[in-house]
């Protein structure tokens, strides 16, 4: 079964400056898909970027950016020029690649609950 | 476009009483997903629907929880009984359904907060 760790419950920023969150992840599929979603207090997750596993590029989202290492199972994200905004729980999640033509759920981890001072 | 909406947004009840929550996914997206979010902890999937079929609910404890995806629209999640564990946030989510586009996002509703005492 696949799992999702973060390991870092909480993490504190100093407005404009740059934080990364980790993430890892355990699997032995080949073909998946690596998430980060905000969750606000207002509870809508809301996707941050994304990344599939067969892409070697890191992908990039504005101030966000991850750090994809496939070896090491290791996803983590890094928010540039930190706004007060950006202060929210943080999950890592992991989906599987195509199968069968039916997209399968999201395995979350715990997240990092993200504070941002002005 | 309009978002998953989701009815209600905060429900306590008594332990033992029943409970129903309602999902209404972005027009036109086949799949949808309920997740169980307890304090703490990432959401968890409950179950999922393609169109108005289940594709996955293994880990719905079924003694207990019903859902039913009528016409493939709208979706309806019940408790009964409810034990003080069901305390949680109960999110709705659901993606477009299209072949080899896994990496397709979900789009979640702003959740129910659940209280059981």
């Known amino acids: 079964a696949q799992t999702v760790t973060q390991s870092q419950p909480e993490m504190s920023v100093q407005e404009a400056e740059t934080v990364t969150l980790s993430c890892t992840y355990d699997?032995?599929?080949?073909?998946?898909?690596l998430f980060w979603y905000k969750q606000p207090p207002s509870r809508q997750m809301i996707l941050v970027i994304r990344q599939e596993a067969y892409k070697q590029q890191n992908a990039t989202e504005n101030r966000f950016s991850v750090n994809f290492q496939k070896a090491a199972k290791s996803f983590s994200l890094k928010i540039s020029d930190s706004q007060l905004g950006d202060a929210a729980m943080y999950f890592c999640?992991?989906?599987?690649?195509?199968?069968?033509?039916?997209?399968?759920?999201?395995?979350f981890g715990k997240g990092t609950k993200l504070s941002v001072k002005p | 476009e309009a978002g998953v909406a989701q009815s209600p947004r905060y429900k306590i009840i008594e332990k033992r009483q029943s409970v129903a929550f309602w999902c209404n996914p972005i027009?036109?997206?086949?799949?949808l997903y309920w997740y169980q979010q307890i304090l703490g902890q990432g959401p968890k999937l409950l179950i999922q629907?393609?169109?108005?079929?289940?594709?996955?609910d293994s880990q719905l404890p079924k003694d207990r929880f019903s859902a039913e995806r009528l016409k493939g629209v709208d979706s309806t999640l019940k408790i009964q009984p409810a034990k003080l564990e069901d305390s949680a946030v109960y999110l709705c989510?659901?993606?477009?359904?299209?072949?080899?586009?896994?990496?397709?996002?979900?789009?979640f509703g702003p959740g129910t907060r659940l209280t059981v005492t």
């Open positions: 999640a992991y989906r599987r690649g195509n199968y069968g033509g039916s997209q399968g759920n999201l395995i």
């Open positions: 699997t032995s599929e080949s073909d998946y898909y």
């Open positions: 629907f393609q169109n108005n079929g289940v594709v996955d």
């Open positions: 989510a659901s993606s477009p359904h299209r072949i080899k586009q896994a990496g397709d996002q979900q789009y």
């Open positions: 027009s036109g997206h086949a799949t």
